[in-house]
């Protein structure tokens, strides 16, 4: 009876702990840095693909990698992230967004020595959050470059990226979703962030490449709806941010960019209110609406705000301001200072000192040589004509790189631009063609009333 007795008041003991362990787990701490009614502004960043110092040299593998590639500038993105600490030093957002991609291709260092950078950042008086890109976790394609060869170098895993970036917004989210590597966080008392994961990196080694597509999981959108209820109920307002787009950013462009699914991602959004979406993966600048009528039977515009790579020409990030007093959001692009930054340091480098008309140029010469080549292979065109449609090619692709896409109107008229409308079907004419039918607005600035 005794050993009864004693089991029992143990068992008790036992179900207390649990259940005050439980109620200690479930228990939300919300402490926001800026207080109700605060101007806050935001710089956000994304496509970084930052290639650690350690990890490359100027040798033969490293310029092929390179002159090889799509456009980003890694030779020269220790300065070009330098730069833009320079400006934030100089300018002191409240807060930097980062939506993905930090790396190259998930190099376990190239995260280790990003981190390092963001803590001066946060040094600086400035709050970081990140979320993860399809090229960050458990990717092969990790490598690193000496002399003429190339060598595999670690990656990490999920728990990795946490646990490496945790300074800059895991440690400090309301809640976490126990399906992927997204959370919230409460910047301010009125501003809330939705930071999400929406990478498929489980199957990247099994594939052998890191997939391109994203997808929110049906259990992180329920997990969503809990964020949005708890928003809701402390009187906050949710800004979604995620690597992959909502929206349809282009024509051609969109299956391996906007999210899977989508139609049902924003059904959800749209009962939920969340119609702000900050997003990048596609590299380029633009801003795409759309308009839904809700179960309510109320029509709801949704945007989403793809900011342009920042290893990729021309070099520009977001910046949206808050005013509580206008209850209104303002985004622009400004220009990193590369020029400003190296010639401040005393840089003898002259693509650093002219960095706008180098990064044109490196930028722009990759787009030409694209064209001529795919016109030359193709043999239906003189050496004038070639010219003339590689030209227009490059300077559609710039313009859509820069978000400036609705000031085409004298590249539209010119003969280069009619020879490729008359140009037997292709990837490059279709691209053109996306580029000609984008919608006429400006990719740099945008004002939203709450």
Not at 82 to 109: R, Y
Not at 224 to 249: F, P, R, W, Y
Not at 318 to 328: A, F, I, M, V
Request: glycine residues 6%; proline residues 2%; hydrophobic residues 35%.
């Amino acid at each position: 009876m005794k050993v009864y007795k004693r089991s029992i008041i143990i068992i008790t003991f036992i179900m207390m702990m649990i259940l005050i362990g439980c109620s200690n787990n479930t228990k939300i701490t919300i402490s926001p840095k800026h207080k109700l009614g605060e101007k806050i502004t935001f710089f956000i960043t994304t496509d970084i693909h930052y290639l650690a110092e350690s990890l490359r040299d100027d040798g033969e593998a490293f310029q092929k990698f390179l002159i090889g590639g799509d456009g980003k500038q890694l030779d020269y993105i220790d300065e070009i992230l330098e730069a833009f600490m320079n400006d934030i030093e100089q300018k002191v957002p409240e807060i930097l967004i980062i939506s993905g991609d930090l790396t190259n291709n998930g190099e376990k260092e190239s995260h280790i020595e990003l981190a390092e950078k963001l803590n001066k950042i946060e040094e600086m008086g400035t709050t970081v959050y990140v979320t993860p890109g399809n090229h960050d976790i458990f990717n092969p394609w990790a490598l690193g470059f000496k002399d003429d060869q190339r060598y595999p170098v670690d990656t990490i895993t999920d728990k990795d990226f946490s646990l490496i970036y945790n300074k800059f917004g895991y440690n400090e989210a309301i809640l976490k979703d126990e399906n992927s590597l997204s959370y919230l966080a409460s910047p301010s008392e009125d501003i809330w962030l939705l930071m999400l994961d929406t990478n498929m990196y489980l199957n990247n080694q099994k594939y052998g490449n890191p997939q391109t597509e994203g997808m929110i999981k049906q259990e992180t959108l329920e997990w969503i709806q809990e964020c949005s209820v708890l928003a809701k109920e402390n009187g906050a307002e949710i800004i979604t941010v995620m690597h992959h787009n909502l929206l349809d950013h282009s024509e051609i462009l969109s299956e391996g960019f906007t999210i899977n699914s989508n139609e049902k991602v924003l059904e959800v959004f749209s009962d939920l209110g969340l119609n702000l979406a900050l997003s990048g993966h596609v590299h380029i600048q633009d801003i795409c609406s759309y308009e839904k009528v809700n179960k309510s039977n109320t029509s709801q515009e949704f945007y989403d705000i793809a900011t342009s790579s920042l290893s990729v020409y021309p070099q520009q990030y977001g910046k949206l301001d808050y005013s509580p007093e206008r209850n209104s959001y303002t985004y622009s692009t400004e220009f990193v200072d590369v020029e400003g930054w190296s010639k401040e340091n005393g840089v003898l480098d002259e693509n650093l000192n002219e960095f706008g008309k180098y990064a044109y140029t490196f930028f722009g010469d990759k787009a030409y040589d694209m064209a001529y080549n795919f016109l030359t292979e193709n043999n239906n065109y003189d050496d004038r004509e070639k010219h003339m449609m590689a030209e227009t090619f490059k300077k559609l692709n710039i313009k859509y790189f820069e978000g400036t896409d609705n000031t085409t109107e004298k590249i539209i008229n010119s003969e280069g631009f009619m020879l490729w409308q008359e140009a037997s079907p292709s990837f490059l004419r279709s691209y053109i063609m996306s580029i000609y039918s984008d919608d006429d607005i400006d990719d740099n600035n945008f004002k939203l009333q709450r």
